[in-house]
């Protein structure tokens, strides 16, 4: 019995991960007039963390690689975690020291910032979970060029949120200099961030 239930998990897990790869296109994605940008400009913005305000201002003279997402997401979360986990362990200290992944969640009502902490911790130590309120993340997704779509009815508490899976790439000096896509190398992330350092 546990084996056939085990089979029915797997094939579930993987016509939901096939439906991800040929048919969801988070780019498509909107919500409250969040639309993809052609020519997102980046631009400062001010969250809320653990360690209390967190700017972008304050990480002038470091790579910052910044993530939108929330803590519940089943799949592509974990995939562009890992992935910046991974070429953050394949620096060396006097690089890693330079590099600041912050990870933005776009869904405030279940993400706190001890949550946060805990989940972005699990990847990397140097990763940092920030949130606001809803118009604020809206306002930066939207200078980015991120999406994201909250699939949820009133009082509902286990819901999705269909977001864009891009990584984006801001300079020392504060400016958005690459779009990264989903499904990148770990190679290919590595040589735009190393000529940065």
Not at 83 to 96: A, F, K, N, V, Y
Not at 121 to 141: M, N, Q, R, W
Request: aromatic share 10%.
């Amino acid at each position: 019995m546990q084996r056939l239930l085990l089979i029915i998990m797997i094939l579930l897990l993987s016509s939901g991960l096939a439906w991800l790869l040929l048919v969801w296109h988070p780019e498509d994605s909107k919500n409250a007039g969040i639309e993809l940008n052609d020519a997102p400009k980046g631009g400062d913005f001010s969250f809320e963390s653990y360690r209390g305000a967190v700017n972008l201002k304050d990480f002038r003279g470091k790579v910052v690689l910044l993530y939108f997402g929330y803590t519940w997401c089943p799949d592509i979360c974990p995939t562009n975690l890992v992935l910046i986990s991974t070429i953050l362990d394949e620096m060396s200290e006097t690089e890693r020291a330079k590099v600041q992944p912050i990870f933005i969640s776009v869904d405030p009502a279940r993400d706190n910032v001890q949550r946060l902490k805990e989940y972005v911790e699990y990847f990397h130590p140097k990763l940092l979970g920030v949130t606001g309120s809803e118009p604020v993340i809206a306002d930066v997704a939207k200078r980015y060029g991120a999406a994201y779509q909250v699939h949820a009815e009133d009082g509902q508490a286990n819901y999705v949120v269909d977001h864009s899976a891009d990584t984006y790439l801001i300079g020392t000096d504060g400016e958005l200099i690459a779009i990264i896509p989903h499904g990148a190398t770990t190679e290919e992330l590595l040589a735009l961030v190393h000529p940065l350092l």
